[in-house]
């Protein structure tokens, strides 16, 4: 396991984002939709029959060329590119600490920008799985979790607020950044990166920090503009929404926004899935499932992915498999087995392999796509369930100590 620092992104092979200004008094227009580039430049008086032109500029500059300063806008006006940068900046938020692990994975802590308001900054992980023909990027919808999920690391965090839809781009923003994966970027390089495509971050799940539904409104602003083909053109197919069961979100959207959707489901029995995802005391499996039934966007060309964490001796015998095919009869689904991934102080422990390959083979047979999923990250707590921000402990030794180290690797 590899750790860096934030100023050695140059060894990562890529340019690092601007870092942000404590006493910075200019808002980022970096994870911005249109209609908020749109007020930004109304702020600064630029006058409305102009306004839809410099959008689309400013939207191929930002996410599709990944500016880093209103400079490299070759095709605008230099005087509105100083009105630009003496009003606002193009800052991501500041990668503090990134892990690479030994399969390749990389986790980032990320330091949110205080808003203007004097909100203190917060930090969040977002974790990217690379393989050779994909790149997936977990981002955080939250700050914290409120959902206390007893087998998941992240559920043990208090909950401070959701995240904007801007925050939640810029993520992606940073980790392409980071990767070198914008037009004339010097792409990085490293274990495990995808060797085919042109493109290193191809795929989005919300499955980080948070409740995904919880923080609905800046998802789905998140999702259109992550989608949009003139900048990001992440399309909808490639992006996924992991809820625990917030079941009166789930229609709305599946017909506002249509992306994949996945259900953090582990039990089968709400007696059981009560402790496991206590949110089903709310909405037990009945209605969760009567959801997805009625997802708009399902069919057999976009199944709903039930995630099932195997938990020795606590949802993994046969029986629990023959149910698990019972229940989810009439929803076009695949069913994705995780084995456990432990973290320090939990009661749980995984199953054994010999048992997971039993269960899978049960739900196999009934004729429902049933993948184990390789734990990735495990090194670096970046696997499933893992994300704690566990980079917050380091050591203000831990901490000088890698600042030298990436200070003599430049």
Known sequence: MNLIDTTAASAAG???PV??????????????????????????????????????????????????????????????????????TLDRPEVVVEQVSND?????????????????????EMVYIPESDRGTLCVSSQVGCTLNCSFCHTGTQRLVRNLSAAEIVAQVMVARDRLGDYPGRERAVGPGLPTEGDRLVTNIVFMGMGEPLYAYDSVAKAIEVLADGEGLGIGKRRITVSTSGVVPEIERLGREVGPMLAISLHAVRDELRDVLVPINKKYPLKDLL??????????????????????????????DAKALVKLLAGIPAKINL?????????????????????????????????????????????????????????????RLALRAMAASAE
């Open 14 to 16: 890529a340019r690092a």
């Open 104 to 124: 390749g994975t990389r986790k980032w802590l990320l330091r949110l920008p205080p808003d203007l308001k004097g909100d203190k900054p917060h930090d969040v």
């Open 19 to 88: 870092q942000i200004a404590r006493a910075e008094t200019r808002r980022s227009l970096a994870g911005l939709d249109r209609a908020g580039l749109a007020a930004a430049l109304a702020e600064i008086g630029l006058p409305e029959r102009e306004r839809k032109m410099r959008v689309a500029q400013l939207w191929h500059w930002i996410y599709l060329r990944g500016a880093l300063s209103f400079d490299e806008m070759t095709n605008v006006g230099k005087g509105l590119r100083e009105t630009l940068s003496a009003a606002f």
């Open 290 to 319: 009567d959801a997805c039934r009625t997802y708009p966007p399902a069919s057999n060309a976009k199944r709903i992915t039930f995630e099932y964490v195997m938990l020795k001796g606590v949802n993994d015998s046969p029986a």
């Open 338 to 398: 995780i084995p456990f991934n432990p973290w320090p102080g939990t009661q749980y422990e995984c199953s054994d392999w010999e048992t997971i390959e039993q269960f899978s083979d049960i739900v196999f047979r009934a004729g429902y796509s049933s993948p184990v999923r390789t734990p990735r990250g495990r090194d670096i707590l970046a696997a499933c369930g893992q994300l704690k921000s566990e980079t917050e402990k380091l050591s203000a030794r831990e």
